[in-house]
């Protein structure tokens, strides 16, 4: 299925003072099923915060103007070929550079951001 991805993450963090750790896991499917039509299934779970648990429903209002056909098919007609990646170096990636700051407060507590 050329026009979908599949995510996966896990995750580890532990403060600076060591007062907070927290550990999870993210993954989340997305797919183009009709021209200009997206879905984005995903799950968040974390050891001591809260879960979640979404969906997103996107449209391209060009390409469903405009009539526009996708190069790759829903489905390949081969499950797997190896090919050269060569040409796909400078293709654009999804990253994500989250950064928690922490900060030790007066009367014994600590307070985190993201």
Do not use: C
Not at 55 to 68: E, S
Not at 71 to 87: C, H, Q, T, V
């Amino acid at each position: 299925m050329p026009r979908t991805k599949l995510y996966g993450k896990i995750m580890e963090w532990t403060g600076q003072t060591g007062d907070f750790s927290e550990k999870g896991l993210s993954y989340s499917f997305e797919g183009e099923f009709l021209t200009a039509f997206f879905l984005k299934l995903a799950a968040e779970h974390y050891e001591k915060s809260h879960n979640d648990n979404f969906f997103t429903f996107r449209v391209n209002p060009v390409d469903l103007l405009l009539g526009r056909k996708r190069e790759k098919p829903f489905f390949a007609k081969k499950p797997y070929e190896l090919a050269s990646m060569l040409d796909h170096k400078y293709d654009k990636v999804r990253r994500e550079n989250l950064i928690r700051k922490e900060r030790r407060v007066v009367g014994g507590f600590t307070v985190t951001a993201s």
